[in-house]
C-alpha cells in the first residue's frame, strides 16, 4: 500500500472546483428623465446535480458603470431566495444624447466562479 504522506503524487484532494454561474442584468427605465427612479435587477444562477438553472441566494453582485469618469450611481446587490437583487436610484446627473453604460459583477469565491453581465445602457433625458 503507498504512503500517501511520503508519496505526494497519491494525495487527494477532497475540495470541489468551483462552480460555473450565470449572471443577468436588466433595467426597467433605459431611457429615463432627470429626477427618475431607475431599477436594475440582478440574477444570479448556477446548475444543480442535473443542470438545471437554480437561484444562488446569499451571494453578493456589484453593479458598476463603465467608461466615465463621474458615475450617476454605483452600488451592490445581496441576492435573495430567489437569486435576484434590485438596486434603485435616482438619476440626477446626465447629459442628454449621452448614454451611461452599466454592467453586474459577480466577485466569485470557493464555491462559484467569477462573472460578469451583459452590458446595459441607459441615456438620460432632460
Known sequence: MADLQANPKFVIS?????KSVTLTLA??????YIDTE????????????????VPL??????LQMKDSMTPP?????????????????????GTP???YTYQA???????YHSTTSDT????PYQ
Open 97 to 99: 444624447d449621452i448614454s
Open 57 to 62: 441566494s446569499g451571494q453578493t453582485v456589484t
Open 120 to 123: 446595459i445602457d441607459i441615456q
Open 27 to 32: 433595467v426597467d427605465k433605459p431611457n429615463p
Open 73 to 93: 450611481s454605483t452600488g451592490t446587490y445581496a441576492m435573495t431566495d430567489n437569486g435576484d437583487g434590485t438596486y434603485t436610484f435616482k438619476v440626477t446627473v
Open 38 to 53: 431607475v431599477t436594475f435587477t440582478a440574477t444570479l444562477t448556477g446548475r444543480d446535480a442535473v443542470g438545471n438553472s
Open 105 to 111: 459583477q459577480f466577485g466569485g469565491n470557493d464555491q
Open 14 to 18: 477532497t475540495t470541489a472546483p468551483p
